[in-house]
């Protein structure tokens, strides 16, 4: 069974910083990619970063040029680095990982999320 643990989240003040870990155990073969999502309360969840196997990112218009996405291919773990962190940053933050493949399910694969950990922004 393939589950994500999410971690770092928290309550900081405008202009501060945050890491978020999300770290992924079961028996896995391979990924596709791996994301970042958030949602605030009342609004519908959103992408905030997004990672190919290969390393290649992208991220939502709101966080480019603060929040940087990067990996531990060997941990099987993802961390959000944020910085000048904005009120409208607060929100639920999810990790997602896509296409998993694990030594129970091969060759069938899986989308799996993390619990989620929030993070609320002070201003």
């Known amino acids: 069974q393939v589950q994500l643990v999410e971690s770092g989240g928290g309550l900081v003040q405008a202009g501060g910083s945050l890491r978020l870990s999300c770290a992924a155990s079961g028996r896995i073969i391979s990924i596709n990619a791996m994301g970042w999502y958030r949602q605030a309360p009342g609004k519908e969840r959103e992408l905030v970063a997004a990672m190919t196997s290969g390393g290649s990112t992208n991220y939502g218009d709101p966080v480019k040029g603060r929040f940087t996405m990067s990996r531990d291919s060997a941990k099987r773990a993802v961390y959000l680095q944020m910085t000048s962190l904005l009120p409208e940053d607060t929100a639920v933050y999810y990790c997602?990982?896509?296409?998993?493949?694990?030594?129970?399910?091969?060759?069938?694969?899986?989308?799996?999320w993390g619990q989620g950990t929030q993070v609320t922004v002070s201003s």
């Open positions: 997602n990982f896509k296409g998993v493949r694990s030594q129970i399910s091969a060759p069938s694969m899986g989308d799996y």
